[in-house]
T-cell receptor, first 109, second 114 residues
Framework: QKEVEQNSGPLSVPEGAIASLNCTYSDRGSQSFFWYRQYSGKSPELIMFIYSNGDKEDGRFTAQLNKASQYVSLLIRDSQPSDSATYLCAVEKRRALTFGSGTRLQVQP | ETGVTQTPRHLVMGMTNKKSLKCEQHLGHNAMYWYKQSAKKPLELMFVYSLEERVENNSVPSRFSPECPNSSHLFLHLHTLQPEDSALYLC?????????????FGPGTRLLVL
């Protein structure tokens, strides 16, 4: 089992829709979870982090964490074509991050 | 300059060459990291430095040799690399190298080994 699993996609949504990105992790002791966005040919940039169970909202983005199910998700409301990118889920482990392979999101105009 | 910078941005080297990648952070952070990103694979942690001491070495081959002379600079020395080492090498930094810290990435060095 991979430590951090994401559906590779592509996930295709129309402009203005809600995009839902999912991630599961194997280490039950993980405490910190991060979502990064990576445009093609660029480095990852942080979107959100979440430490506690429940939802955390920041603008159009909502991160959801369920530690019992070892599941973290990212919702993007009112998706824009500029949101088209690969979204990386990262789980903290011993001071560093373990990344999933990423989900490619395509927002259709 | 601000944030995390990396040089060179692109590098082509033969298997017998020796080269070095440089990373510099301007954020006042105390921890720095090297990651490798290969095509179709997740980002892989290579090394972690906290306060200039190596605290993590993730089973990386000895042909990769890190150096952290101070908390702002991190190097990755390369020698006798293999074609499968071709990848994007990303440097990151964080506040103190502890838990629940956000890591900020540099733009990366795209390496091609011929």
């Amino acid at each position: 089992q991979k430590e951090v699993e994401q559906n590779s996609g592509p996930l295709s949504v129309p402009e203005g829709a809600i995009a839902s990105l999912n991630c599961t992790y194997s280490d039950r002791g993980s405490q910190s979870f991060f979502w990064y966005r990576q445009y093609s040919g660029k480095s990852p940039e942080l979107i959100m982090f979440i430490y506690s169970n429940g939802d955390k909202e920041d603008g159009r983005f909502t991160a959801q964490l369920n530690k019992a199910s070892q599941y973290v998700s990212l919702l993007i409301r009112d998706s824009q074509p500029s949101d088209s990118a690969t979204y990386l889920c990262a789980v903290e482990k011993r001071r560093a991050l373990t990344f999933g392979s990423g989900t490619r999101l395509q927002v259709q105009p | 300059e601000t944030g995390v910078t990396q040089t060179p941005r692109h590098l082509v080297m033969g298997m017998t060459n020796k080269k070095s990648l440089k990373c510099e952070q301007h954020l006042g952070h105390n921890a720095m990291y090297w990651y490798k990103q290969s095509a179709k694979k997740p980002l892989e942690l290579m090394f972690v430095y906290s306060l200039e001491e190596r605290v993590e070495n993730n089973s990386v081959p000895s042909r990769f040799s890190p150096e952290c002379p101070n908390s702002s600079h991190l190097f990755l020395h390369l020698h006798t690399l293999q074609p499968e080492d071709s990848a994007l090498y990303l440097c990151a930094s964080s506040q103190g190298g502890g838990l629940q810290e956000t890591q900020y990435f540099g733009p990366g060095t795209r390496l091609l080994v011929l």
